[in-house]
């Protein structure tokens, strides 16, 4: 958060300086007498770019939540496949359904997300999750009671499988280029437009400059932090498979 922060103030004194710059060259003051229609056209432009900065947030913080909700809901669905082991009281196969999810979670947690940040899937995470069919396939079945377990861990693997396709798809889902472009480009427009808009008190145009800029700053960082849920300040992180991992060994 502390960059976020930094880069924030850095990008407002920049911004600051070209607003002082722009007054000394262009001597801004001297479009006071314009400064009716600046104002009528802030007006319309600060409206249309209110509602783009509304729908490009919601849009990015849907997404950034739905991912986040895969994610811990692919971790569950692990834990609870290993519990439906422990009901065929096979010593042996409830030890491989243990190597193969503490597996798939070790390679998820090294490569999977920071892959997926690159925008790119992970073969060796796909591998690794196809182990566990082979070995739900490989169960011997000795009674109905195995056959009505088997029915019910075969179900969930399906499901499982389900919950991961579709949080690979979300995690891969990114702000189409033209309307990202086209966010940068307005609001670059809009703090343009303050720089060269005429005020009598210079102070009180750096000020204004200043906070817009700082304020950009951050909603430029929130957008890119959110648009790629796996980098940044925002990022997702592994630790619900940690937390799988860690309630497996410790609690069965």
């Known amino acids: 958060m502390g960059s976020v922060i930094i880069s924030s103030f850095g990008f407002a004194a920049i911004a600051v300086l070209a607003a002082l710059l722009g007054n000394s ?5 001297r479009f006071l007498v314009d400064v009716n229609g600046l104002s009528a056209f802030m007006t ?3 409206t249309l770019y209110g509602i783009m900065i509304t729908f490009v947030v919601l849009e990015v913080w849907k997404q950034y939540n739905l991912t986040a909700e895969l994610v811990e809901k692919e971790a569950q ?5 290993y519990r439906l082991a422990l009901y065929f009281r096979d010593e042996r196969l409830v030890k491989k359904v ?4 503490f597996n798939y979670c070790s390679v998820v947690i090294s490569e999977n997300f920071q892959n997926l940040g690159q925008g790119e899937r992970s073969m060796p995470a796909s591998r690794a999750f196809r182990e566990m069919a082979a070995v739900i396939r490989d169960i011997k079945l000795n009674d109905q009671r195995d056959h009505t377990i088997f029915d019910h861990m075969a179900s969930h693997y399906g499901q499982l499988s389900l919950v991961r396709a579709e949080r690979l798809l979300q995690s891969l889902v990114r702000l189409p280029k033209l309307l ?3 966010l940068y ?5 809009a703090l343009v437009v303050f720089i060269v808009m005429p005020f009598e008190n210079i102070l009180y145009s750096l000020l204004t400059v200043g906070i817009l800029a700082f304020i950009l700053g951050m909603l430029f960082r929130l957008v890119e932090g959110l648009n790629n849920p796996f980098w940044g300040t925002w990022r997702i992180t592994p630790e619900p498979f940690e937390r799988t991992m860690r309630h497996i060994e410790e609690d069965f």
Do not use: H, W
């Open 180 to 182: 990202r472009a086209f």
């Open 25 to 29: 060259f262009l001597g801004t003051s």
């Open 77 to 81: 669905g692990l834990e609870r496949l």
């Open 98 to 101: 243990k190597d193969t999810i």
């Open 185 to 189: 480009i307005a609001s670059v427009l």
């Open 44 to 46: 319309v432009f600060g």
